[in-house]
């Protein structure tokens, strides 16, 4: 295999992965122990250290696909090899800088870019080197874009601009406007996680679509609805996302209604798939089946919450609570990273065509992984309600008092923590033997 970017950025995110989950199994720990690892990375270093790790993942992983897909499957000469590397070496150095960032406590940027803000500015050109291969590339050989060209496409020019908006903040006359800096604060968030899930949901259909070998699947009316309900979700979805903030109603009512009907279609596009495949296709890729088949369940147990917790008087008592984690946590593990592991596994698959994946090993992995992810959601759920009784129906009841009442709650949801872990552990490293194996060939 001579241009081996793609695996590199595949192996890096893995690598991101295995890190990220134990940053997350140590601030659960946090939770019982408060002063467990206090003196070198307190809870507040902790988080950010587990979110950007985990965020990392997902966004280094999808990446890594879409350089597979389209050099090896598709067989496309890429534009230019050498953007390509420049982008993953400025993409290390980052993730260096970033890491150097939070343990020397420069931290002066917000929520999910916590980071010191300047390093924003290798991503951004990384995103840049992204988009010129990507588009020169795709440009240059494919006439009618099959609906995941486009879902890329906008993913990585979306996610240039939001990571700008996102720090629109520093401009002084911005930040003097409350209102308006939180609300393009979110905004920009949400259209972050929107721009990313474009990319992943964009792998999801290509995926459906090589497995069943229809290429219809990729240009039907239901994707195309989905993509520009996606693109709406994109730049208008954070509405919901701002209950709190003084705006105009109908434009919450509005998001609300568009990213629940996106997740609708989505799970009813992969669950058509699901029903359509041959049993042949089901072996041949048992586990991008299982894997997407696991990521249409999280959908519709994602769907159930965002739909209780979206009701206003409702969001009302979650918001601040750990039931917003779980939705996080149940979105970004449950879908991002189960459609992630099925591309990985379709990867796999395509690069070492003789490799044993069907082992009964794997198949327990699977089995743990969706297992303890769901009680690490259900005690995340109880946590929150627990904390939304205290903030609103107790009254002279310590901070401290109402931590201590959650002790064992935390420390199930430690234990499904450690669970989750250990399958991700198991899946991860089969994977990245394998990889570092087509590495070599
Ligand atoms: C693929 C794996 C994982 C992903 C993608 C992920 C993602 C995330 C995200 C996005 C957040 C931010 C939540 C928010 O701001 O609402 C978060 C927070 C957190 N995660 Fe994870 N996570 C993963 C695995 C884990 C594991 C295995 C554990 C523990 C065993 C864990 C423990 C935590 C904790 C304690 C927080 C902080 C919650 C708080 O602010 O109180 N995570 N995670």
């Known amino acids: 295999m001579k241009n081996k970017i793609a695996l590199f950025f595949i192996i890096t995110a893995l690598s991101a992965l295995l890190l990220g989950v134990f940053f997350g199994l140590f601030a659960s720990l946090q939770y019982i122990i408060p002063d467990f690892l206090k003196t070198y990375i307190p809870f507040n270093k902790m988080r950010p250290f587990h979110v950007t790790t985990v965020i990392s993942w997902i966004v280094l992983c999808a990446t890594g696909c879409i350089y597979f897909f389209i050099t090896k499957v598709e067989q496309f000469q890429l534009f230019s090899k050498r953007l390509s590397k420049a982008h993953f070496i400025l993409f290390i150095l980052t993730g260096i800088g970033i890491y150097i960032s939070f343990l020397t406590?420069?931290?002066?940027?917000?929520?999910?870019?916590?980071?010191?803000?300047?390093?924003?500015?290798?991503?951004?050109?990384?995103?840049?080197?992204?988009?010129?291969?990507?588009?020169?590339?795709?440009?240059?050989?494919?006439?009618?874009?099959?609906?995941?060209?486009?879902?890329?496409?906008?993913?990585?020019?979306?996610?240039?601009?939001?990571?700008?908006?996102?720090?629109?903040?520093?401009?002084?006359?911005?930040?003097?406007?409350?209102?308006?800096?939180?609300?393009?604060?979110w905004k920009s968030y949400g259209s972050f996680v929107g721009s990313w899930n474009m990319l992943v949901y964009g792998i999801a259909i290509y995926l459906m679509s090589k497995i069943k070998k229809d290429s219809t699947l990729a240009h039907g009316k239901t994707v195309f609805f989905f993509y520009f309900l996606g693109l709406t979700n994109l730049m208008f979805g954070w509405a919901h996302h701002t209950y709190i903030i003084p705006t105009q109603p109908w434009i919450r009512y509005v998001a609300y209604a568009i990213s629940m009907t996106e997740w609708v279609v989505l799970a009813h596009i992969i669950y058509s798939w699901v029903k359509s495949l041959s049993a042949e296709d089901k072996k041949k890729y048992c586990m991008v089946y299982k894997f997407l088949k696991a990521a249409d369940f999280w959908v519709f147990i994602n769907i159930?919450?965002?739909?209780?917790?979206?009701?206003?008087?409702?969001?009302?008592?979650?918001?601040?609570?750990?039931?917003?984690?779980?939705?996080?946590?149940?979105?970004?593990?449950?879908?991002?990273?189960?459609?992630?592991?099925?591309?990985?596994?379709?990867?796999?698959?395509?690069?070492?065509?003789?490799?044993?994946?069907?082992?009964?090993?794997?198949?327990?992995?699977?089995?743990a992984f969706n297992g303890s992810l769901f009680f690490f959601f259900c005690a995340l759920l109880y946590a929150g309600a627990k904390k939304s009784n205290w903030m609103y129906f107790t009254k002279d009841v310590h901070f401290s008092e109402m931590q201590d009442g959650l002790y064992y709650t935390y420390i199930v949801f430690f234990i499904f923590g450690v669970a989750l872990v250990g399958s991700i552990i198991s899946l991860a490293t089969i994977l990245l033997r394998a990889l570092l194996k087509a590495l070599k060939n």
């Not at 969001?315 to 970004?332: C, D, L, Q, R, W």
């Not at 991002?336 to 044993?356: D, E, G, R």
């Open 304 to 367: 159930i919450l965002a739909l209780l917790f979206s009701i206003p008087v409702i969001n009302y008592f979650t918001h601040g609570t750990h039931i917003t984690v779980a939705h996080s946590m149940g979105t970004t593990i449950g879908i991002n990273t189960t459609i992630l592991l099925a591309a990985v596994f379709f990867i796999v698959q395509k690069s070492l065509p003789n490799y044993n994946i069907d082992s009964r090993f794997i198949k327990r992995s699977y089995v």
């Open 105 to 185: 406590g420069k931290m002066e940027g917000r929520e999910y870019l916590a980071y010191t803000p300047i390093l924003t500015i290798p991503i951004v050109i990384g995103w840049i080197l992204f988009g010129v291969n990507y588009f020169k590339t795709i440009g240059k050989n494919v006439k009618n874009w099959p609906v995941y060209y486009w879902m890329w496409g906008t993913g990585i020019a979306f996610m240039v601009y939001h990571l700008c908006e996102a720090h629109f903040w520093m401009i002084p006359s911005f930040r003097a406007h409350f209102i308006k800096d939180v609300s393009v604060q």
